[in-house]
Antibody
């Protein structure tokens, strides 16, 4: 059974930093691209960043480029999101998601974690 | 960036009725790489449809998708009580992969 367990969310002041983690199990982690998708309170979904399974490709939404860094440790089956220079508009539930297509770096998602809430406020 | 516009914003229907949800793209979605997700309150989204018309594993046959190019449709043939939720379309053919703003299907 595929499981994605996020951690690291919380309340942070504007300009601060936070690192999210996602522990994955139930599938061959290194074979799939992994992404972060966020959802602001009461709003829709926004894809944030993706990291290829092989580790040679990363992409970012323009809204976070230069501030967020995605990484992964295939030996630990863990995905990370380092978030710097946080803004109020980054407040959202952050979901760790698994790409549905093996080896492809594409945004089709077949599994979602339960999400971790990041609140940026003074 | 491909912008997806969903309509209507809210659909008020009764159990047993047919639901038709629309998703229009600002430019052609390559390869019909269009997906639909369902989200219930307090839960993560769930994949329903991919490739515009293929049902994901375990999705009931009352859910069907159609369309190509810039116009796509999700149809729920007969609404069950558990189908009342928010539905999002997503294009995954061109980075950045974008979502529509959602359609809420509510009980009339």
């Amino acid at each position: 059974e595929v499981q994605l367990l996020e951690s690291g969310g919380g309340l942070i002041q504007p300009g601060g930093s936070l690192r999210l983690s996602c522990a994955a199990s139930g599938f061959t982690f290194s074979s799939y691209a992994m992404s972060w998708v966020r959802q602001a309170p009461g709003k829709g979904l926004e894809w944030v960043s993706i990291f290829s399974g092989s580790g040679d490709s990363t992409y970012y939404a323009d809204s976070v480029k230069g501030r967020f860094t995605i990484s992964r440790d295939n030996s630990k089956n863990t995905l990370y999101l380092q978030m710097n220079s946080l803004r109020a508009e980054d407040t959202a539930v952050y979901y760790c998601v698994k790409s549905a297509e093996q080896w492809l770096v594409r945004g089709l998602v077949d599994y979602w974690g339960q999400g971790t809430l990041v609140t940026v406020s003074s | 960036e491909i912008v997806l516009t969903q309509s209507p914003g809210t659909l008020s229907l009764s159990p047993g009725e047919r639901a038709t949800l629309s998703c229009r793209a600002s430019q052609s979605v390559s390869g019909s790489y269009l997906a639909w997700y369902q989200q219930k309150p307090g839960q993560a989204p769930r994949l329903l449809i991919y490739g515009a018309s293929s049902r994901a594993t375990g999705i009931p046959v009352r859910f069907s998708g159609s369309g190509s190019g810039t116009d796509f449709t999700l149809t729920i043939s007969r609404l069950e009580p558990e189908d009342f939720a928010v539905y999002y379309c997503q294009q995954y053919g061109s980075s950045p992969w974008t979502f529509g703003q959602g359609t809420m299907v509510e009980i009339k």
